[in-house]
């Protein structure tokens, strides 16, 4: 019994002395962890960031288009049509808001053929310029019928050439809308990467 005593009383301090012992080895082995997993986050963003396309020289800078109270050119028009087509997609229009809205599409669509008819620039030109206003009108799917309609009414001999235009120009939209996505998910990455390199 006297012996048990004595070892129960000469163990307390052993089993204290190691507890305080291994506090700071604990703290160590957190502040590994925290350390190995920052480097993990960091090299995970790293990567993310090599695999991105290399950047392009271009700045991107949304145009803003202010919306004509007159409409005169058919950029003013498609500007207008692009607009009220991002007012009303996805949305219920009752009768009179319908009715405004088709005649809208009318309005737009007789002024591109028109203008379109009667420009003298040279051919390549035109189809280049009325291809964009083209494409834009077709980013909508409530703004695209114009595109259609105009295409339908211009000279049948132009019309194959005024489609190859609409299509390149569509490209080069998805193209920089890419461009774009990525240079923004660039930005994101190098942001986290200086917060972790600040954290390190």
């Given at each position: 019994?006297?012996?048990?005593?004595?070892?129960?009383?000469?163990?307390?301090?052993?089993?204290?002395?190691?507890?305080?012992?291994?506090?700071?080895?604990?703290?160590?082995?957190?502040?590994r962890q925290e350390v190995e997993q920052l480097y993990l986050q960091r090299q995970t963003v790293v990567e993310q960031l090599d695999a991105?396309?290399?950047?392009?020289?271009?700045?991107?800078?949304?145009?803003?288009?202010?919306?004509?109270?007159?409409?005169?050119?058919?950029?003013?028009w498609v500007t207008v049509m692009r607009h009220q087509a991002e007012q009303v997609e996805g949305k219920s229009l009752?009768?009179?808001?319908?009715?405004?809205?088709?005649?809208?599409?009318?309005q737009v669509a007789q002024t591109l053929v028109q203008s379109f008819r009667s420009d003298r620039g040279p051919a390549q030109s035109r189809y280049d310029i009325y291809g964009e206003h083209?494409?834009?009108?077709?980013?909508?799917?409530?703004?695209?019928?114009?595109?259609?309609?105009?295409?339908?009414?211009?000279?049948?001999?132009e019309r194959?050439?005024?489609q190859r235009a609409v299509d390149a120009a569509v490209q080069r939209s998805v193209a920089e809308a890419q461009q774009e996505r990525t240079f923004?998910?660039?930005?994101t990455l190098q942001r986290q990467l200086a917060e972790l390199e600040h954290l390190s």
């Open positions: 019994m006297a012996q048990q005593a004595v070892q129960r009383h000469t163990s307390r301090p052993v089993t204290a002395q190691q507890q305080i012992a291994q506090a700071p080895l604990r703290a160590a082995s957190l502040e991105l396309p290399q950047p392009e020289t271009v700045m991107f800078q949304r145009q803003v288009h202010s919306i004509p109270a007159k409409p005169q050119s058919p950029a003013d009752d009768s009179r808001q319908y009715a405004q809205f088709t005649a809208l599409q009318r083209l494409a834009t009108l077709q980013r909508h799917e409530v703004s695209a019928p114009v595109s259609r309609v105009v295409l339908g009414l211009v000279p049948a001999g194959l050439a005024l923004i998910q660039r930005q």
